[in-house]
């Protein structure tokens, strides 16, 4: 037996959701540009979950579903209360879904519609739990959601308290849309380990919440971001990024496991980072990104991945820094949920083996007897 560290090139299941073939990225076979383009998250979610596209009547249902399940708990809100100011966003999601379970009558029933109700509740709740978070350690009360509008819509206008404009609007929902799904990456992945052995649809989608906040998953939005504060402006780009490759220190968002040749998603999120800094008359961040890609790119060969003009376009929504993980969270739970309910179709515990790389013919020594 011999290991493949990081599981480099193992296929480990089957899935009919998303794919990643020479370099093009699909979901249920459609490419990333055209839906990018075109699609509304909610029509992502529901070709996820359903495998087609949704016709008008069953669009306007999902969404009806998704308003009508967005609000949380009051018990969940009190605890929040309770958490330290301080918390780590991505830690305080976690705790959060993962007491939801707690208040869901249906949170063991395992049929096919049980899950998909959950699904629902767990994509329409996930955003209304970021935002009052954000709100409760500002001294805050949590917003109700609005019926009727979309989910970055609702997003935005629960963070702030005011109607959000639709530049905004549109420009969340495309990169909700970008970050959906994307085949078996390591936060869908924890997702269906946890589910194969027949647990809930809720200790997936917090083991998957725990595999996302990690920096070479999807904590890297926020280390972008860290990165770009840091360095401050477009002229000391070169000297820092020269340092960091010569120390051979990760540059944040850059590099994947699967493209070698660039991240399909990272081209509209570039635009869009470019269209958000003309129309707030702030091209720094921007404009630092594209020195840094020139470099990097230039120098290693890596190019950006979809978390590294995801930090500058946030920042133009003007949303707090350590709400970008969160946020890929909210698309995110899409896919995961999709990929939990594919895994119940066809389950079979996933239970790889280990190369043993330890000692052998050890001897038990009595605790008297050791040094
Ligand atoms: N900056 C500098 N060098 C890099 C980078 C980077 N961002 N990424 C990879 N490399 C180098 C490594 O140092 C290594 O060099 P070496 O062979 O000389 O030791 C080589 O490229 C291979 O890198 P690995 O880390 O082994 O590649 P792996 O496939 O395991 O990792 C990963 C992929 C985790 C994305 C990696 O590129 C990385 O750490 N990137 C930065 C973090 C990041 O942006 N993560 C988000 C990924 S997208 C997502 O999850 C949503």
Same mark, same amino acid.
């Given at each position: 037996?011999t290991?493949?560290?990081?599981?480099?090139? *193992?296929?480990?299941?089957? %899935? %009919?959701?998303?794919? *990643?073939?020479?370099g093009?990225?699909?979901?249920?076979?459609?490419?990333?540009?055209?839906?990018?383009?075109?699609a509304?998250?909610?029509?992502?979610?529901?070709?996820l979950?359903?495998?087609?596209?949704?016709?008008?009547?069953?669009?306007?249902?999902?969404?009806?579903?998704?308003?009508?399940?967005?609000?949380?708990? +009051?018990?969940?809100?009190?605890?929040?209360?309770?958490? &330290?100011?301080?918390?780590?966003?991505?830690?305080?999601?976690?705790?959060?879904?993962?007491?939801?379970?707690?208040?869901?009558?249906e949170?063991?029933d395992?049929?096919?519609d049980?899950?998909?109700?959950?699904?629902?509740?767990?994509?329409?709740?996930?955003?209304?739990?970021?935002?009052?978070?954000?709100?409760?350690?500002?001294?805050?009360?949590?917003?109700?959601?609005?019926? /009727?509008?979309?989910?970055?819509?609702?997003f935005?206008?629960?963070?702030?308290?005011?109607?959000?404009d639709?530049?905004?609007?549109? +420009?969340?929902?495309?990169?909700?849309?970008?970050?959906?799904?994307?085949?078996l990456?390591?936060?869908?992945?924890?997702a269906? $380990?946890?589910v194969?052995?027949?647990?809930?649809i809720?200790?997936?989608?917090?083991s998957?919440?725990?595999?996302?906040?990690?920096?070479?998953?999807?904590?890297?939005?926020?280390?972008?971001?860290?990165?770009?504060?840091?360095? /401050? %402006?477009?002229?000391?780009?070169? /000297?820092?990024? /020269?340092?960091?490759?010569?120390?051979? $220190?990760? !540059?944040?968002?850059?590099?994947?496991?699967?493209?070698?040749?660039?991240?399909?998603?990272a081209k509209?999120?570039?635009?869009?980072?470019r269209?958000l800094?003309?129309?707030?008359?702030?091209?720094?961040?921007?404009?630092?990104s594209?020195?840094?890609?020139? !470099? $990097?790119?230039?120098?290693?060969?890596?190019?950006?991945?979809?978390?590294?003009?995801?930090?500058s376009?946030?920042?133009?929504?003007?949303?707090?820094?350590?709400?970008?993980? &969160? #946020?890929?969270?909210?698309?995110r739970?899409?896919g995961w949920?999709?990929?939990?309910?594919?895994?119940?179709?066809?389950?079979?515990? #996933?239970?790889?083996?280990?190369?043993?790389?330890?000692?052998?013919?050890?001897?038990?020594?009595?605790?008297?007897?050791? %040094?």
């Amino acid at each position: 037996m011999t290991a493949t560290k990081g599981l480099e090139g *193992i296929v480990a299941t089957t %899935s %009919s959701i998303s794919s *990643i073939i020479d370099g093009f990225l699909t979901y249920r076979g459609i490419n990333i540009d055209e839906l990018a383009e075109q699609a509304s998250f909610e029509e992502v979610v529901y070709l996820l979950w359903f495998g087609k596209l949704p016709n008008e009547a069953e669009l306007n249902q999902l969404k009806q579903d998704l308003s009508g399940n967005a609000a949380i708990p +009051a018990e969940v809100i009190s605890q929040m209360k309770l958490y &330290p100011q301080d918390s780590n966003s991505m830690a305080a999601l976690r705790t959060a879904i993962s007491s939801l379970a707690l208040y869901d009558a249906e949170a063991n029933d395992m049929s096919r519609d049980a899950n998909v109700r959950k699904a629902i509740r767990l994509q329409a709740q996930l955003p209304t739990i970021v935002a009052a978070f954000a709100r409760i350690r500002q001294g805050q009360e949590p917003l109700e959601p609005k019926q /009727g509008v979309s989910i970055a819509h609702n997003f935005l206008y629960m963070l702030t308290g005011n109607e959000p404009d639709e530049v905004a609007v549109n +420009a969340l929902d495309t990169a909700l849309v970008l970050h959906a799904d994307h085949e078996l990456n390591a936060s869908t992945f924890a997702a269906r $380990v946890t589910v194969a052995t027949l647990s809930d649809i809720y200790s997936g989608i917090t083991s998957a919440i725990g595999a996302l906040k990690g920096p070479l998953h999807g904590g890297a939005n926020e280390a972008v971001m860290a990165m770009l504060e840091e360095i /401050g %402006s477009p002229e000391q780009v070169d /000297g820092y990024i /020269g340092e960091q490759l010569d120390n051979k $220190v990760k !540059i944040m968002g850059f590099g994947h496991r699967v493209y070698k040749n660039g991240d399909p998603r990272a081209k509209h999120l570039q635009k869009m980072s470019r269209e958000l800094g003309e129309l707030t008359g702030n091209l720094r961040w921007y404009d630092m990104s594209i020195k840094i890609e020139e !470099i $990097v790119t230039g120098q290693k060969g890596l190019k950006p991945n979809v978390d590294f003009y995801s930090a500058s376009v946030y920042t133009s929504l003007e949303i707090p820094r350590d709400l970008f993980t &969160p #946020i890929f969270a909210i698309s995110r739970v899409s896919g995961w949920a999709a990929h939990i309910l594919e895994q119940f179709e066809n389950n079979r515990l #996933i239970r790889p083996r280990a190369e043993y790389t330890g000692p052998s013919n050890s001897k038990y020594i009595p605790l008297e007897q050791r %040094s």
